[in-house]
């Protein structure tokens, strides 16, 4: 099929405010760690009711700078989710410590209170990560009571939910002790790769802003280096990108909001393929669009893929990765997490898509379910 017909999973709507941003920089010949990084870090602090703002070269290294940050090292036990993308527990095994995945529930996609409150009080970890998966709020209040009880350090993924709120109204990622949030393409706010760390706590902010830069002390001579660190910069280019992004942030998710409306309406026709409850919270971004199907998500992808649309893997669950299984061969499955993985799907949405190529791709999504079958687990999700 000719490109120009496909329908992308993704794409970062850019404009020429970028285009001008870019020349700006390069006009500059200032590179790294400048103006642009600095006026970014204030501006998103603006839109964190004040809480303290790193940029970082990416939203992984943002999580591993935020365990390094709040004293997790090796040996610890650090509490991740068991159904997302994996950088936190790969994170978390950089610095030798060990990742134990929780499992997830089916509305928000994120572990609950509850399960996070069990798992506390039997491993006493040194840290709690918990994601807004896909832009839906996590219950993330009632997580951080729960962690704050029992003196855990928790850190909001906030990567999928840039601009979002929470179920207590809070800007996404600042109640945990620490937030992180990722500016990869697909993300709300875009600069091709990029990242921040947010936290009201002046210890943490410090030693993020060290290692980010090999350790650097802001004041050292001869004596330059306090800690240890790497290269975690933005660059620039990057973050004048990121600052013109900033004023998309709100248009853009009303933008997928409205997409996932026609989504939702179109979907009601097609057997077998459920929604995720937790859609329909306030305060969310619509960074993804999942849906979970009756059946493998697999066979489906291939034959959008045939009619020109591009679907994707959701999300992964941690206890089916290779890696992981390398390290803990004997660990408990996750039931919930391990099924996301295998019958979720991610469908086409971003800002430039038409409501007519939304019912363009549950057309073809209705032909590769194939006939209808008999009700299953899926079809509990639908409203």
């Not at 929780?102 to 409150?117: F, G, H, Q, R, Y």
């Not at 807004?132 to 928790?154: K, N, T, Y």
């Not at 906030?158 to 990869?184: E, Q, W, Y």
């Amino acid at each position: 099929m000719d490109d120009d017909r496909r329908i992308p999973l993704a794409r970062p709507y850019l404009g020429a405010e970028e285009w001008e941003a870019l020349r700006r920089v390069l006009s500059s010949r200032r590179l790294t760690q400048g103006p642009e990084v600095q006026s970014f870090e204030e501006e998103t602090r603006g839109r964190l009711d004040g809480a303290e703002v790193v940029a970082v070269s990416s939203g992984g290294a943002a999580l591993l700078l935020a365990l390094k940050a709040l004293g997790v090292g090796p040996g610890d036990q650090v509490l991740v989710p068991a159904f997302t993308f994996p950088a936190g527990a790969q994170a978390a095994l950089w610095i030798g410590a060990f990742p134990i995945p929780v499992d997830v529930e089916e509305n928000t996609l994120a572990p609950s209170p509850e399960a996070l409150d069990r798992e506390i009080r039997a491993r006493r970890p040194a840290a709690v990560v918990v994601a807004h998966a896909f832009g839906i709020p996590a219950d993330i209040e009632e997580i951080a009571r729960v962690c704050g009880s029992q003196g855990v350090p928790l850190i909001e993924d906030a990567a999928c939910s840039i601009g979002g709120r929470t179920p207590g109204g809070a800007p996404s990622g600042t109640v945990g002790d620490v937030g992180v949030f990722s500016l990869h393409p697909r993300k709300n706010l875009v600069a091709g790769e990029g990242g921040a760390v947010t936290s009201r706590h002046p210890e943490v902010v410090r030693r993020v802003r060290s290692m980010r830069d090999y350790g650097r002390t802001p004041t050292g001579t001869e004596d330059a280096f306090g800690e240890e660190g790497l290269n975690f910069r933005l660059s620039e280019l990057a973050a004048a990108v990121a600052r013109v992004q900033w004023t998309r942030v709100e248009d853009g998710i009303r933008a997928r909001g409205m997409l996932a409306r026609v989504y939702r309406e179109a979907l009601r026709e097609v057997s077998g393929v459920g929604w995720v409850g937790g859609y329909d919270r306030p305060g969310q971004t619509w960074q993804t669009l999942v849906v979970r199907l009756d059946r493998s998500a697999a066979e489906v992808r291939r034959r959008l893929a045939e009619q020109g649309v591009e679907a994707g893997v959701a999300a992964h669950a941690l206890t089916l990765q290779t890696f992981w299984h390398r390290r803990f061969p004997e660990a408990a499955p996750c039931p919930t997490a391990e099924a996301l993985a295998r019958q979720a799907l991610a469908l086409p949405l971003y800002v430039e898509m038409a409501p007519f190529q939304v019912r363009q791709v549950v057309r073809h999504l209705a032909e590769a379910m194939g006939p209808a079958t008999p009700p299953t687990e899926a079809d509990r999700w639908r409203k």
